[in-house]
């Protein structure tokens, strides 16, 4: 079973920044993607972010040039740094990471959640 764990998310004004967390633990033998969506009430969930195991990254064309995401092989961590913030980024924001466990089975593990809300 693979659990992430996210933190970060809060309460900040347009033009802030904030910096999400997402740590995977349990029967992890590989990560090859981690990504971050983020979902609006009444709307569905987009992507954000994505990296892969080779350090290829896309953006949502809305985040670009203000975000960035990075991971921590080491530590099966992936971060998420958002600057100049705007309203329209208010969301819940959740982690996902395809790869397969140590019993060599692949898995798709998303996050709980955590919210970003920018104020105007």
């Known amino acids: 079973q693979v659990r992430l764990v996210e933190s970060g998310g809060g309460l900040v004004q347009a033009g802030g920044s904030l910096r999400l967390s997402c740590a995977a633990s349990?029967?992890?033998?590989?990560?090859?993607?981690m990504g971050w969506y983020r979902q609006a009430p009444g709307k569905q969930r987009d992507l954000v972010a994505a990296?892969?195991?080779?350090?290829?990254?896309n953006y949502a064309d809305s985040v670009k040039g203000r975000f960035t995401i990075s991971r921590d092989n080491a530590e099966n961590t992936a971060y998420l740094q958002m600057n100049s913030l705007k309203p329209e980024d208010t969301a819940v924001y959740y982690c996902?990471?395809?790869?397969?466990?140590?019993?060599?089975?692949?898995?798709?593990?998303w996050g709980q959640g955590t919210q970003v809300t920018v104020s105007s």
């Open positions: 990296i892969s195991s080779g350090g290829s990254i």
């Open positions: 349990g029967s992890i033998f590989s990560i090859n993607r």
């Open positions: 996902n990471i395809l790869g397969y466990s140590s019993l060599a089975r692949a898995y798709d593990a």
